[in-house]
């Protein structure tokens, strides 16, 4: 149990990272150098690995760059955008954690999933939270930035965008190979936003370097390693049941570290949000036979799962 609550823990302080990198260093810039550090640690895998190496054809690679773009580059760039324009982290995180309920309520409509009960509840929870929040923090704060909350959607959009069009795609890929070619995605998005909307300002603190090695070190690598391990040890749904502990972890992350404050309406709907999470979260029943089905080779030879898609 304590791996899924580690790889929970650790993506959790990618908000407070937002918060201290973005101190120092223009968002996009800081993620362009991150997303670079990250692809020579890949390979040192890849190369430790000793395994054949899959990385599948043009057409698959193409696509991974592509989920890389919205997983990365808009989830991340609208993460750290948001934090840079004023919003708070802990907040920013509450918002966010509302991508497996637009997910959910996009995949009717895209891949013809119907929902059942549960899962409208969790709808249903997941939005009156979610307005609660806003409506007493802008009530506390006299009125949060608006291109915050619009970096914030578009981060929402971004990665409710790359988990459909993940579910969409074939296997073929490797797990580390899939990600390099995301990486490189990211890395193209992060250098036009840079050039077009940042300053690539990056001041090169104790503080911002340190902050640049947790973010590659601890959650692009340390996290992604604790959920290959959990799916090669059948307990992948262990992510699903404690992703809902994602948002209240930073926001007392965020209080201990920053002091953001939150006002009673705000935390009744958080703790709304966090109850619709945790009803759209899979039962173990249902996960183990996902995990039956994916042992048949007949049907699933060849597929692979992409740690960051399956988190976020």
Same mark, same amino acid.
């Not at 054949?52 to 991340?76: E, S």
């Given at each position: 149990?304590?791996?899924?609550?580690?790889?929970?823990?650790?993506?959790?302080?990618?908000?407070?990272?937002?918060?201290?990198?973005?101190?120092?260093?223009?968002?996009?810039?800081?993620?362009?150098?991150?997303?670079?550090?990250?692809?020579?640690?890949?390979?040192?895998?890849?190369?430790?690995?000793?395994?054949?190496?899959?990385?599948?054809?043009?057409?698959?690679?193409?696509?991974?760059?592509?989920?890389?773009?919205?997983?990365?580059?808009?989830?991340?760039?609208?993460?750290?955008?948001?934090?840079?324009?004023?919003?708070?982290?802990?907040?920013?995180?509450?918002?966010?954690?509302?991508?497996?309920?637009?997910?959910?309520?996009?995949?009717?409509?895209?891949?013809?999933?119907?929902?059942?009960?549960?899962?409208?509840?969790?709808?249903?929870?997941?939005?009156?939270?979610?307005?609660?929040?806003?409506?007493?923090?802008?009530?506390?704060?006299?009125?949060?930035?608006?291109?915050?909350?619009?970096?914030?959607?578009?981060?929402?959009?971004?990665?409710?965008?790359?988990?459909?069009?993940?579910?969409?795609?074939?296997?073929?890929?490797?797990?580390?190979?899939?990600?390099?070619?995301?990486?490189?995605?990211?890395?193209?998005?992060?250098?036009?936003?840079?050039?077009?909307?940042?300053?690539?300002?990056?001041?090169?603190?104790?503080?911002?370097?340190? @902050? #640049?090695?947790?973010?590659? /070190? =601890?959650?692009? $690598?340390? *996290?992604?390693?604790? !959920?290959?391990?959990?799916? &090669?040890?059948?307990?992948?749904?262990?992510?699903?049941?404690?992703?809902?502990?994602?948002?209240?972890?930073?926001?007392?992350?965020?209080?201990?570290?920053?002091?953001?404050?939150? @006002? #009673?309406?705000?935390?009744? /709907? =958080?703790?709304? $949000?966090? *109850?619709?999470?945790? !009803?759209?979260?899979?039962? &173990?029943?249902?996960?183990?036979?996902?995990?039956?089905?994916?042992?048949?080779?007949?049907?699933?030879?060849?597929?692979?799962?992409?740690?960051?898609?399956?988190?976020?």
């Amino acid at each position: 149990m304590w791996i899924p609550l580690a790889f929970v823990l650790l993506f959790s302080t990618g908000f407070i990272c937002a918060r201290l990198g973005t101190m120092d260093a223009e968002p996009f810039t800081l993620l362009l150098v991150r997303s670079l550090l990250v692809l020579p640690v890949l390979g040192i895998i890849l190369w430790a690995r000793r395994a054949p190496n899959q990385w599948g054809n043009r057409a698959q690679r193409g696509c991974q760059m592509g989920v890389g773009m919205l997983l990365h580059g808009a989830y991340l760039g609208g993460v750290f955008a948001a934090v840079k324009a004023g919003l708070p982290a802990g907040l920013t995180a509450l918002l966010v954690s509302l991508h497996p309920l637009a997910t959910a309520a996009l995949s009717l409509p895209l891949l013809g999933v119907r929902l059942g009960p549960k899962q409208w509840c969790g709808l249903a929870l997941g939005a009156t939270g979610a307005s609660l929040v806003l409506s007493g923090g802008l009530e506390a704060s006299h009125g949060w930035p608006l291109v915050g909350l619009a970096w914030c959607l578009m981060a929402l959009v971004g990665i409710s965008s790359a988990t459909l069009w993940q579910k969409r795609l074939s296997g073929g890929m490797g797990m580390v190979e899939g990600l390099i070619f995301q990486y490189l995605g990211a890395a193209l998005v992060f250098s036009v936003a840079a050039t077009w909307i940042g300053s690539f300002t990056f001041d090169p603190t104790p503080r911002l370097l340190l @902050t #640049l090695a947790w973010l590659v /070190g =601890a959650i692009s $690598v340390g *996290a992604i390693w604790l !959920l290959m391990i959990m799916i &090669a040890r059948g307990e992948a749904h262990q992510v699903a049941r404690t992703f809902f502990l994602v948002p209240p972890c930073a926001a007392v992350m965020a209080w201990l570290m920053f002091d953001e404050q939150w @006002t #009673l309406p705000m935390i009744i /709907g =958080a703790a709304l $949000v966090v *109850a619709g999470l945790a !009803l759209d979260r899979p039962a &173990a029943n249902q996960a183990n036979a996902a995990r039956g089905n994916a042992a048949k080779p007949s049907a699933n030879q060849g597929k692979s799962t992409h740690p960051e898609q399956t988190t976020k």
